[in-house]
């Protein structure tokens, strides 16, 4: 069983569901994205994405007309595998068609690139063995991408990310919930005190590079809710 937080990009708010490994993802329809291929090789007990990204896969795999087999989804930072600020720790992302046919992937591809579903569609020749598209959203805290700037009042996946990593480096925010409250507020305050940054309490460029850098690929802690 998995407990799935979903932001509601409609409501502005975060859900939260309780599913099977072996039931379809919140919001899916017709069961062409599951919990386990979502979750992929994520160990974690605790899941987030967004209403929209899973709208975007439905309409994906209805314009493709056939199976889209996931390789990677979802990873919580500590868990490792992707980038500095990748959006598969916000559970936007996906990297798929690695067992299609070349063929086959290169129309996966197009139909991606030409749907308008997606935030961003990787270029075909920077992944010719899979295909990457995402979901992602708001306007990112450093000129060079990533996640958007997050403050107290904030509400969506992206305060899931940052609520992982401060509870792993041992700044309790009160809980895992991608509601930027007082108490995520004082920990990220805490935080920045502690690295040397100015203690704003906002999740901006800098501090979202600190926070990325310490945390991804280390491993969960004693302190790490899950």
Request: contains cysteine.
């Given at each position: 069983m998995a407990k799935i937080l979903v932001f509601n990009n409609d409501l502005d708010r975060m859900e939260t569901y309780t599913r099977a490994e072996s039931a379809p993802m919140p919001y899916n329809t017709n069961g062409t994205l599951r919990v386990r291929e979502f979750r992929g090789s994520s160990k974690s007990n605790i899941?987030?994405?967004?209403?929209?990204?899973?709208?975007?896969?439905?309409s994906q795999r209805y314009i493709?007309?056939?199976p889209i087999p996931v390789g990677f989804a979802f990873k919580r930072p500590y868990e490792g595998g992707h980038g500095n600020q990748s959006q598969h720790y916000a559970g936007v992302a996906f990297d798929v068609g690695q067992t299609l046919s070349s063929a086959r992937r290169r129309a996966?591809?197009?139909?991606?690139?030409?749907?308008?579903?997606w935030a961003y569609v990787e270029p075909y020749s920077l992944t010719p063995t899979w295909v990457h598209f995402d979901k992602r959203f708001g306007?990112?805290?450093?000129?060079?991408?990533?996640?958007?700037?997050?403050?107290?009042?904030?509400?969506s996946?992206?305060?899931?990310?940052?609520?992982?990593?401060?509870?792993?480096?041992?700044?309790?925010?009160?809980?895992?919930?991608?509601?930027f409250g007082?108490?995520?507020?004082?920990?990220?305050?805490?935080?920045?005190?502690?690295?040397?940054?100015?203690?704003?309490?906002?999740?901006g460029c800098n501090?979202?590079?600190?926070?990325?850098?310490?945390?991804?690929?280390?491993?969960?802690?004693s302190t790490t809710i899950n």
């Open positions: 899941l987030w994405t967004t209403k929209r990204t899973m709208q975007a896969w439905n493709f007309g056939g996966l591809w197009n139909s991606a690139n030409s749907s308008g579903v306007r990112p805290a450093c000129s060079t991408g990533g996640y958007p700037l997050l403050k107290r009042g904030s509400i996946n992206y305060v899931c990310i940052a609520q992982d990593n401060l509870n792993t480096l041992g700044y309790s925010t009160g809980g895992l919930d991608g509601i007082a108490q995520t507020q004082r920990a990220v305050r805490a935080y920045q005190t502690k690295v040397g940054l100015t203690a704003d309490g906002i999740v501090t979202w590079s600190a926070l990325q850098e310490a945390v991804i690929g280390t491993g969960a802690t």
